[in-house]
């Protein structure tokens, strides 16, 4: 027919879609490349595997926590606002239980802590469907209260003796305990997203809750589990 393009040749649209996707996908890699390039023009020094492995080492932390957030955009686009005042109620436990418990321990209560409060997020979400940036934005105002009735305007010091300090900042095969750290959360996480059952449901209710819903998955169960495991990664 006459509105038919000839056999073979691509429709204008299309080319323009794909453009901007590859553009898109590129986008990060080239910013990335520039900002690399900058530096190692400014400083001859920046290129150094020390230097990396600084960077990487202060960047570790924001790096886990952005682990826990990327699992909650791939799930709706949403967002969690109270990661901050989760991360720092969580190491203010970990501190106080560290006086009267091991050091493995008292992380691990620091972690369930922060666990509880991305339950409460995924709970007010993902059951009664409250806006993500409203409901974290109330429970960040909530925790942060928790964290300053817990310190009470204290200075908060390290129960934890020398070697547990000394293990923590240490680096390893000349990588930083830090950065293994990052690693094997972002690893774990890229393994659950990619080869679980549970990845693919996040990724069915990204996509359409409501097609994920009639395929038998559970749209509120996944949201309130990924709200738990991005605040477990604060």
Not at 51 to 61: E, G, H
Not at 113 to 131: E, F, K, P, Y
Request: charged content about 5%; proline content about 6%; overall charge positive.
């Amino acid at each position: 027919s006459l509105s038919s393009p000839p056999t073979g040749v691509i429709p204008r649209h299309q080319n323009e879609s794909r453009a901007r996707s590859l553009l898109s996908a590129a986008a990060i890699p080239l910013v990335l490349v520039v900002i690399v390039s900058l530096g190692a023009l400014v400083s001859p020094r920046f290129l150094t595997v020390a230097n990396l492995v600084n960077v990487l080492n202060s960047a570790a932390i924001i790096g886990i926590a952005a682990v826990g957030m990327t699992v909650v955009l791939l799930v709706g686009g949403f967002v969690d606002l109270s990661m901050p005042a989760t991360l720092a109620t969580a190491g203010i436990v970990t501190l106080f239980v560290g006086s009267v418990l091991p050091a493995p321990l008292a992380v691990a209560v620091g972690v369930a802590s922060a666990a509880i409060a991305g339950l409460v997020n995924g709970l007010l979400i993902g059951w009664l469907g409250l806006n993500p940036v409203i409901a974290t934005l109330g429970t960040n105002v909530v925790i942060l209260g928790i964290a300053q009735a817990l310190i009470g305007g204290q200075i908060i010091y390290t129960p934890f003796d020398e070697s547990v300090k000394q293990a923590v900042t240490a680096s390893y095969y000349g990588v930083p305990f830090a950065v293994l750290v990052l690693v094997l959360v972002a690893v774990t996480v890229g393994f659950v997203l990619s080869a679980t059952t549970f990845g693919r449901e996040v990724y069915a209710t990204g996509g359409n809750p409501n097609a994920a819903l009639i395929a038998g998955v559970g749209p509120r169960r996944v949201t309130t589990i990924v709200f738990v495991i991005s605040a477990a990664c604060a």
